[in-house]
């Protein structure tokens, strides 16, 4: 009866509230002390399957604790490899079990548990609670901003100098061109003690002004002069017979 179901309902045991923030770290603490690692290492980690990707796959075997994916400080793409850290230690060995060898989007995927000394490297999970930002440096952060410099002449021509100094031993007679050469013109020559300053442009000759074209009066000036009559011719001196 519904009343018999109702009595059965209120005596089964609440469900268990989910372990809080305390407790997990409680929890690898004493997985710590055990010797048991928590780690597990993901290799050949393709393109595209990223750190939200690979939180909610691997949320599957267990709780995820730390999860950091490897990438290039400069470009931000992924290197490959990752690591995994779950709460309970045979959770972590399962899931490497499982995963080594699991062939993802063309790749197979080498998974196994990291040994206690890499999974207790203080700096493993550095960061992996923030959004990666890509660090822009040198020409990429001008590049970024739009006023990519000129590159370092005097770094270019140190080598150079150095290069022509082991090509000598070798090929006396050999030269090239270099740097200096085939550089845009505003930079000296790759001699010692040469100025890497930029050249100053010559001063551009400045053209001679067009012939001044006789100016024509205002059109109202021109009128009056065409409607006035013509001036008379001067009287021719008389001769005296």
Same mark, same amino acid.
């Given at each position: 009866s519904d009343d018999e179901a109702a009595a059965a309902a209120a005596a089964a045991p609440a469900p268990a509230p989910p372990p809080s923030k305390k407790a997990k770290k409680k929890a690898a603490a004493a997985a710590r002390a055990d010797g048991a690692s928590r780690v597990v290492y993901v290799g050949h980690v393709p393109h595209g399957f990223y750190e939200e990707q690979m939180r909610g796959f691997f949320s599957q075997f267990g709780d995820v604790t730390n999860l950091r994916l490897s990438r290039s400080k400069r470009t931000g793409n992924s290197k490959g490899y990752a690591f995994v850290e779950f709460a309970d230690a045979d959770v972590a060995r399962i899931a490497a079990a499982t995963m @080594?060898?699991?062939?993802?989007?063309?790749?197979?995927?080498?998974?196994?548990?990291a040994p206690p000394e890499l999974a207790d490297r203080p700096g493993l999970f550095k960061g992996s609670d923030k959004p990666f930002k890509?660090?822009?440096?040198?020409?990429?952060?001008?590049? @970024?901003?739009? @006023? @990519?410099?000129?590159?370092?002449?005097?770094?270019?021509?140190?080598?150079?100098r150095s290069r022509r100094a082991k090509l000598a031993t070798a090929f006396p007679d050999y030269d090239f061109p270099g740097y200096a050469a085939a550089a845009a013109a505003g930079y000296a020559s790759a001699g010692p003690g040469a100025s890497t300053k930029p050249r100053k442009k010559p001063a551009k000759a400045k053209r001679a002004a067009p012939p001044a074209e006789a100016a024509e009066p205002p059109p109202a000036k021109a009128a009056k002069r065409a409607a006035a009559p013509p001036?008379?011719?001067?009287?021719?001196?008389?001769?005296?017979?």
């Open positions: @080594d060898r699991y062939l993802m989007h063309g790749k197979q995927l080498v998974a196994h548990v890509k660090r822009l440096g040198g020409r990429e952060h001008h590049a @970024d901003r739009g @006023d @990519d410099p000129e590159p370092n002449a005097a770094a270019l021509l140190k080598k150079e001036a008379k011719a001067p009287a021719a001196a008389s001769t005296s017979a």
